[in-house]
Structure formats: structure tokens, C-alpha cells
């Protein structure tokens, strides 16, 4: 078993359609993250959650919606999405330690295709 | 904001050959990552850096942290036909638990 895993790997929609993307960690993690990888751009960060909570939402559309349960699950709901949001959308976790955070350990992403 | 420079945008080398990438910023970081990403997959991690003028191994995989905390590398040496894919550095700025990506090196080896 790896120690991020995503699903579903695929996912096409209409930008009317509401979707969600699911992550599990492994590793026993306190934070984890979901990334958006677009061609040529580097990864941008979209959301953080430490122990659950929410600490990070980088200016992303409310048409991403994110939702941590517990420590171990990361969702992120999609409705009304546009074109331009098809991308890969990958979510890591690390472990929060100190001042910072240690090594980012990523899924294998869920690529997202928006008609 | 802040940025990584992360040089060669690509590489197309014979097989058996060695190759350098590097990763550059005006920022300072206290972690430094490099990671393999091929089509269709996630990035996997290849080798984290701590310290400054720390210098790890993986393998056929050398990293450097640079001593100014501004800047790092990665060596493959000897490559191999399965090297091809894209790398990335990953920064954690100092005093923060975020990491900023370079935009990744994509070598391809050819046999």
C-alpha cells in the first residue's frame, strides 16, 4: 500500500457536474495539502490542513471546495468548474514538526478534465 | 513573491552520461527537496537536504544544499534509459512550513 494514495486516478465533467477528489495518507501525518500541477507552471499550493484545521487557502476560487475529516482524509468537492481548472491535482502530507515541516510525500494525482 | 529558478528547462543526453540541474532563489530555505516525476504519476521524492553544504547521495544521485541557503543541486551520473522524467526542487523557506517548486528540468536519455 503507498503512502498517499488519490482517487479516482481520471475525471472528466462538464462545468455543471459536482465531483469530488479523495486522498488517504499512511504515514501518520498531521498536515497534508492539495497541489495543482498545470503544464509549464510550477505546482501551486491551494489548500493546507494541520491536524485537521485548515492554515492555508491560497487565494483559490470557491468553486474548490476542500474538506479534512481527520488527520488521514483529504476531499476536494468541485462544482462548476471551468476549462481552464483541468489540471493535475495532486494532494501530499508531511509531518509538522517545530517551526516548519518535514518532507512532503506526494499521491499519485488525479487528473482532472473540465469540458 | 518568492521564486525558484531551476535550470535546464530540459536535457537530451546520451546514455552513460552525467547531468546537472540546479536550483536558484533570492529567498532562503532551510529544507531542500528533489523529486522525479514521470508521465502520468506523482512526483516521488528523491533526496532531502537539511543543512547548509550538506552534500547526500542516492544511488547514482548526488545533492548539494548550497552554503549561501539560496541555491542547490542534483547530479545523476552514469544515466540510464529509466532517468528519463522531469525533476523538480522544492524549497521550504525558513521560518515557514511552505515549499516553493521549481519549474523542473525534463531529461530524456538517449540509448
Known amino acids: 500500500e503507498t503512502g498517499v494514495t488519490q482517487t479516482p486516478r481520471h475525471l472528466v465533467m462538464g462545468m455543471t457536474n459536482k465531483k469530488s477528489l479523495k486522498c488517504e495518507q499512511h504515514?501518520?501525518?498531521?498536515?497534508m495539502y492539495w497541489y495543482k500541477q498545470s503544464a509549464k507552471k510550477p505546482l501551486e499550493l491551494m489548500f493546507v490542513y494541520n491536524f485537521k484545521e485548515q492554515t492555508e487557502n491560497n487565494s483559490v476560487p470557491s468553486r474548490f471546495s476542500p474538506e479534512c475529516p481527520n488527520s488521514s482524509h483529504l476531499f476536494l468537492h468541485l462544482h462548476t468548474l471551468q476549462p481552464e481548472d483541468s489540471a493535475l491535482y495532486l494532494c501530499a502530507s508531511s509531518q509538522r514538526q517545530g517551526g516548519g515541516t518535514g518532507e512532503l510525500f506526494f499521491g499519485e494525482g488525479s487528473r482532472l478534465t473540465v469540458l | 513573491g518568492q521564486q525558484l529558478n531551476q535550470s535546464p528547462q530540459s536535457m537530451f543526453i546520451q546514455e552513460g552520461e552525467d547531468v546537472s540541474m540546479n536550483c536558484t532563489s533570492s529567498s532562503i530555505f532551510n529544507t531542500w527537496l528533489w523529486y522525479k516525476q514521470e508521465p502520468g504519476e506523482g512526483p516521488v521524492l528523491l533526496i532531502a537536504l537539511y543543512k547548509a553544504g550538506e552534500l547526500t547521495s542516492n544511488g547514482r544521485l548526488t545533492a548539494q544544499f548550497g552554503i549561501t541557503r539560496k541555491d542547490s543541486f542534483l547530479n545523476i551520473s552514469a544515466s540510464i534509459p529509466s532517468d528519463v522524467g522531469i525533476y523538480f526542487c522544492a524549497g521550504q523557506l525558513t521560518g515557514t512550513y511552505k515549499y516553493i517548486f521549481g519549474t523542473g528540468t525534463r531529461l530524456k536519455v538517449l540509448a
Open positions: 504515514l501518520g501525518h498531521n498536515a
